[in-house]
């Protein structure tokens, strides 16, 4: 079964860190691109990061860039986001998501998301 | 960066109604976009990709259309599974509209 599972989240205070961990199963980790999607409660959908199949190429919203750092470890078909210095905005639930280029890059599993609240 | 943005952001239909949704990017995307459906409490489902072709396993009754900076999502006739959220997505840098609710009527 091709899945995606996050773990990792909990409540922290502002200026504080937090990792993320996302591991994948049922397909080949390393031939796909992986992101990192957030929402916040009651709102929309914001693209947060991604990390390309060979690491190549990592990319951040504008947001989070200088903060956040996304990384995968291959050997353990997981994926990571290293969250520093996190602020009251940074509150949300967060999704791993991976893309296929067959699919024109949309997303086409998702996680089940993962709570980050960032309270004092 | 490329900006999308959604209209309506709510609509109120009844089962078996056509309902559409619009989507406009700030520049040029060519048919790199798709479309999720979300339910509360749910992650979002891929729908549409490259801005027409429907994902395996989503009912025939959901389409897509559109290049370059106009695209619509449509429903041909609401089901009572249908009503939830839907977002656009570009997927060139994998930014999303502010989504549309479809509630009923």
């Known amino acids: 079964q091709v899945q995606l599972v996050e773990s990792g989240g909990g409540v922290v205070q502002p200026g504080r860190s937090l990792r993320l961990s996302c591991a994948a199963s049922?397909?080949?980790?390393?031939?796909?691109?992986i992101h990192w999607v957030r929402q916040a409660p009651g709102k929309g959908l914001e693209w947060v990061a991604v990390v390309w199949h060979d690491e190549t190429r990592k990319h951040y919203v504008d947001s989070v860039k200088g903060r956040f750092t996304i990384s995968r470890d291959i050997s353990k078909s997981t994926l990571y986001l290293q969250m520093n210095s996190l602020r009251a905005e940074d509150t949300a639930l967060y999704y791993c998501?991976?893309?296929?280029?067959?699919?024109?890059?949309?997303?086409?599993?998702w996680g089940q998301g993962t709570m980050v609240t960032v309270s004092s | 960066d490329i900006r999308m943005t959604q209209s309506p952001s709510s609509v109120s239909a009844s089962v078996g109604d056509r309902v559409t949704i619009t989507c406009r990017a700030s520049q040029g995307i060519s048919n790199w976009l798709a479309w999720y459906q979300q339910k509360p409490g749910k992650a979002p489902k891929l729908l549409i990709y490259?801005?027409?072709s429907l994902q395996s396993g989503v009912p025939s009754r959901f389409s897509g259309s559109g290049s370059g900076t106009d695209f619509t999502l449509t429903i041909s006739s609401l089901q009572p599974e249908d009503f939830a959220t839907y977002y656009c997505?570009?997927?060139?840098?994998?930014?999303f509209g502010q989504g549309t609710k479809v509630e009923i009527k």
């Open positions: 049922g397909f080949s980790f390393s031939n796909y691109g």
């Open positions: 997505q570009q997927a060139n840098s994998w930014t």
């Open positions: 490259a801005a027409s």
């Open positions: 998501v991976r893309h296929v280029q067959d699919l024109r890059d949309a997303f086409d599993i």
